[in-house]
């Protein structure tokens, strides 16, 4: 029996992605293999690998004059990886520090460049995105840098920044294709795959052409992406496996209507939560009402003592990994676009029992 798995990830996929890959593990498509086996060279894979960039294409309306790369690394890998590719000729980078998953990105940065924190939100425990208006950017910065949605904290952008003639790069991991995005407005969008889009291992990158020239001479190659531009993402050998089932999640999404569709999905499941947490005086969430995460719903009960009986109480209605991260503690629901409704009403409804039985 399938649980509803509220992991932060690697995450829930869609049930009808797993059984077609379990379908085609031993022969794709009278090939005689699985794609686990085939040479990423030869004409099936190509032909896959084809497909999933067309179809992300399609997705996301991806203009012509950006290149989408299918990379190993992470996105803690892309943290360093960015600043090798983009600082060349420049010195500094601004960040902005809404969380846990920032200040990654800047501890990594830190390495290569001049950082500076152009606005935080750590005064109010960040619990918020901080307004345009307050961040102090520098005009010559090579890039300035966000994390449009902080999987820990539960914090995601609702609107574009404006960074005018300096390149926007995003780290967009935790809610890549779970609502419309206009690609244009970034320089670069990063993400890792195992949260909303497949299994770990792979990462994408999708880059304007203008700035493929900005590399530093010390950046490996199979990080370097002019160079992986140029081979179609296989200099080095591509996680092809994580690539094929990424693909049948663009398939799946394609089917459900593209993006604004699951983009309506999606904000009815987190109303859903969020207008019981809201209603509630046993749960809260900290979160600044418009800049909560449609993704990733962080919540407290009123007693820290009863997280336990909480967790154990949904284990046995088969609702797992509602755990809350480390560093803040209580629970988080994370609801991708492969949790169905059904995960976060029968959620919501373990909840009101809880809190009537022990609140
Ligand atoms: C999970 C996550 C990461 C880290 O991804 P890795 O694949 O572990 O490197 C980075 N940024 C965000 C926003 C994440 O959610």
Redesign the pocket.
């Known amino acids: 029996m399938r649980v509803f798995n509220f992991s932060?990830?690697p995450a829930v996929l869609p049930e009808t992605v797993l059984r077609q890959a379990a379908a085609e593990m031993l022969d794709w498509h009278g090939s005689g293999m699985s794609v686990m086996e085939m040479s990423h060279r030869g004409k099936e894979f190509i032909a896959i690998a084809a497909k999933a960039e067309a179809d992300l294409r399609t997705l996301l309306a991806i203009p012509a004059s950006y290149k989408v790369l299918f990379l190993q690394?992470?996105?803690?890998?892309e943290n360093a990886i960015v600043p090798m590719n983009l600082l060349g000729g420049r010195t500094g980078i601004d960040f902005v520090n809404t969380g846990e998953?920032s200040k990654?990105s800047i501890k990594e940065a830190k390495k290569y460049a001049k950082v500076s924190v152009a606005a935080s939100a750590e005064d109010r425990n960040f619990t918020y995105v901080p307004p345009q208006s307050t961040w102090k950017l520098d005009p010559g910065a090579a890039y300035v840098h966000v994390?449009t949605?902080?999987?820990i904290g539960g914090v995601e952008y609702q609107w574009t920044p404006d960074t005018g003639d300096v390149p926007l790069v995003a780290?967009m991991?935790?809610h890549i294709l779970s609502r419309p995005i206009d690609v244009a407005r970034y320089g670069v969008i990063y993400?890792?795959a195992?949260?909303n889009i497949g299994p770990?291992g792979l990462?994408i990158v999708i880059v304007r052409d203008d700035l493929l020239d900005r590399a530093l001479p010390i950046t490996p190659s199979a990080f370097h992406w002019k160079e992986q531009a140029e081979a179609d993402s296989m200099l080095n050998t591509p996680p092809t496996y994580a690539i094929y089932i990424a693909g049948l999640v663009f398939e799946w999404l394609l089917q459900k209507g593209g993006v604004a569709a699951v983009e309506r999905d999606n904000v009815a499941k987190a109303k859903l939560l969020y207008d019981y947490l809201d209603a509630s005086g046993f749960y809260t969430n900290p979160v600044q009402p418009e800049d909560r995460s449609r993704m990733n719903v962080p919540f407290k009960l009123a007693d820290e003592k009863l997280d336990d009986a909480f967790l154990k109480g949904a284990k046995e209605r088969g609702m797992v990994q509602l755990k809350g991260h480390r560093s803040v503690g209580g629970m988080r629901a994370s609801i991708y676009n492969a949790m169905p409704v059904e995960g976060v009403q029968a959620l919501v409804a373990y909840m009101k029992d809880f809190e009537r039985e022990r609140g």
């Open positions: 932060a990830g690394g992470g996105a803690i890998g998953w990654k994390c949605n902080e999987t780290d991991s935790s993400g890792g195992q949260k770990a990462t």
